[in-house]
């Protein structure tokens, strides 16, 4: 492939201004093409062959529950699909590895291309599979085309001579080099972006890869694929896997991969982790693990803040795609002498905020992703509520037509408190009273995660404190806890939110390569 672009300076996609009739009648357009190829099934990819085999799983709306968004192959009836996968990509990186960096990154150029050409569609796709917004699924298709552009970039740049110290008569150099076949494992709440960007960091840095998306999302994964193989990648850089834990269980446990990238619950990263440190007969390397597991993020609210202010980005924060998003606002920390007056502002923004079908232009809240997390979602609020919480707003569900759960404000809760340690991943916020700013901070950092976190207040001594003390991988001051931009916020957490790998940042394709020294006397 020739790379003819000149590359300016990265600069993040816009979002689509909806309120531009032009906008909004070309995603109705794309809402109606999309409504139109729902229930088609999608085979796996395997070393540039199309698979499928007999057992077959379904993808389903959640805010529709019986639609069918697409028809997979299950994968976990037939691991030795995995097998030929990971095979494939053992072998396409004997050469691919070779490709040089530029090259690499130009395929990444094109799939931004691509993604821009086809937004609206991509975005409807979301829409219909994980019940995302119009706004959320544009920032989703938007994020994906960051991490395209940004990492493409970033690899041009390692591969640049790296600043050594030069000593006489050697010739001395740093290069880095890639580690070889990867597991990718992404969620389903960022279906698009995080899954491509997982995928397309470890490829453009010269690795082969195995992908396997989450069940609850694999549709718009195989539309990313469909893209994958218009621009001509190598057969076998990039296999494409459906199935659940078995299918994943294997691609973590072969000898033949050489690194693990994850992001989904806890529970799970821990067990990767696990596996991935245990030596299986023939492998000759350590597994590295990339993982991102969670939040349960803090939004604290100084006395002296600007309550009106601080509402929006709470109600922003914690509702935003149903609160389904690992950096979302679960916990509000609030000052005691300015709670009730908070509250109230918080309140009446949440019971605005419009909850109906996402194909729909104006609904702010559309359905949590399955009937697990609905019910539960509304264990969850019970079980506050057992535990001596106010329900001020919201607290109920309606599954008849899909999983719709109200936006919910629990008031009273208590620190250490099941809500206010658990992550829910759902539209429930919890509400804490602080006795001062310092009480604040050693609640926001009283749980065993360290994702995000933000403070609001007027005072510059409270900010800096909440820079050196609040134990988190994205801090925000004075403005919301999500919404973090590739290359503007590098993404990644401390503690049981996972390895802080920081995504979109300038160090994260350093997770998917190794440094070799040469040295040359002279």
């Not at 939040?295 to 609210?301: E, L, P």
């Not at 005691?336 to 104006?362: C, Y």
Request: net charge negative; proline share 4%.
């Amino acid at each position: 492939m020739q790379t003819q672009r000149v590359l300016d300076e990265f600069k993040n996609e816009p979002f689509t201004d909806y309120s531009k009739p032009e906008n909004a009648e070309a995603m109705r357009a794309a809402i109606e093409k999309v409504r139109g190829e729902l229930g088609r099934e999608h085979t796996c990819l395997v070393n540039g062959e199309r698979i499928s085999i007999d057992a077959k799983f379904q993808s389903y709306n959640p805010a529709k529950k019986d639609e069918v968004v697409g028809v997979f192959s299950e994968v976990d009836d037939d691991l030795s699909i995995v097998e030929n996968a990971i095979d494939a990509a053992t072998e396409a990186f004997k050469t691919w590895r070779f490709v040089p960096a530029a090259e690499r990154a130009e395929y990444l150029f094109r799939i931004a291309d691509i993604m821009r050409q086809r937004k609206h569609e991509l975005s409807a796709w979301m829409v219909f599979e994980v019940s995302k917004t119009w706004a959320e699924a544009d920032g989703d298709t938007a994020e994906a085309i960051d991490f395209m552009e940004f990492y493409g970039r970033e690899m041009i740049r390692w591969s640049r001579e790296q600043p050594i110290t030069k000593i006489a008569g050697e010739d001395n150099s740093l290069e880095y080099i890639p580690l070889g076949v990867g597991a990718i494992i992404p969620p389903w709440n960022f279906p698009l972006a995080i899954m491509s960007g997982m995928a397309m960091a470890a490829v453009v840095a010269g690795n082969t890869v195995v992908l396997k998306p989450s069940s609850d999302s694999p549709t718009i994964a195989a539309k990313f694929i469909e893209i994958v193989e218009e621009v001509g990648l190598p057969p076998g850089v990039v296999n494409f896997v459906t199935g659940g834990p078995p299918t994943g269980e294997a691609m973590v446990t072969s000898p033949k991969t050489r690194f693990i990238s994850f992001t989904g619950s806890k529970g799970v990263g821990l067990h990767i982790n696990e596996e991935a440190a245990k030596a299986r007969p023939g492998q000759i390397w350590i597994k590295r693990v990339v993982a991102e597991m969670g939040g349960k993020d803090a939004i604290v609210v100084a006395d002296d803040a600007d309550l009106d202010s601080a509402a929006v980005g709470i109600v922003q924060a914690a509702y935003g795609f149903q609160g389904q998003k690992c950096s979302a606002c679960s916990r509000l920390i609030v000052d005691e002498k300015v709670h009730n007056e908070l509250l109230a502002k918080v309140v009446a923004l949440t019971e605005q905020l419009n909850v109906g079908q996402p194909t729909e232009g104006d609904t702010n809240v559309a359905a949590v992703i399955n009937k697990r997390a609905f019910d539960t979602t509304l264990q969850y609020i019970n079980q506050g509520v057992e535990e001596g919480g106010e329900i001020v707003t919201g607290g109920t569900g309606d599954d008849s037509q899909g999983y719709f759960i109200l936006p919910t404000i629990i008031d009273n809760v208590q620190p250490g408190d099941t809500i206010e340690q658990e992550e829910i991943f759902a539209p429930v916020l919890a509400v804490i009273k602080a006795r001062d700013y310092d009480h604040a901070l050693e609640i926001a950092n009283g749980t065993e995660f360290g994702l995000t976190g933000a403070v609001y207040s007027a005072s510059e001594e409270r900010l800096e404190r909440a820079r050196r003390e609040f134990h988190v991988g994205n801090l925000y001051l004075n403005r919301k806890c999500t919404g973090a931009l590739v290359g503007v916020h590098p993404f990644g957490g401390f503690n049981m939110s996972g390895t802080d790998s920081k995504a979109g940042g300038r160090e994260y394709l350093l997770q998917f390569m190794q440094g070799k020294s040469v040295s040359r006397k002279v």
